[in-house]
């Protein structure tokens, strides 16, 4: 069964910044076209915020585009994404999964916490 595992989050300030990765168990991302970060906000659903493609494009949502990078080294097995000019509406779980998303790869996520 595959597991991703987020790691690298955290409490920061507005403005601040963090980076987020995603590690899979075995060499699943060579196979995966689409994996993507998402996000959840308390008392919100779950919603993709990025996404990169096995090529490399990349396509963001306006809430993060031109704060937030999304990267993958494939041969790692490892995602990561940069978060920079941190806003407190960023505050969230983040989780990483394929495009679209399989339920069985959801995992714990890791919590950031935007604030002064």
């Known amino acids: 069964q595959v597991q991703f595992v987020e790691s690298g989050g955290g409490l920061v300030q507005p403005g601040g910044s963090l980076r987020l990765s995603c590690a899979a168990s075995g060499s699943i991302f060579f196979s995966i076209n689409t994996m993507g970060w998402y996000r959840q906000a308390p008392g919100k659903q779950r919603e993709l915020v990025a996404r990169?493609?096995?090529?490399?494009?990349?396509n963001y949502a306006d809430s993060v585009k031109g704060r937030f990078t999304i990267s993958r080294d494939n041969a790692k097995n490892t995602m990561y994404f940069q978060m920079n000019s941190l806003k407190p509406e960023d505050t969230a779980v983040y989780y990483c999964?394929?495009?679209?998303?399989?339920?069985?790869?959801w995992g714990q996520g890791t919590q950031v916490t935007v604030s002064s």
């Open positions: 999964n394929r495009v679209p998303a399989s339920t069985n790869f």
């Open positions: 990169i493609y096995m090529s490399g494009n990349t």
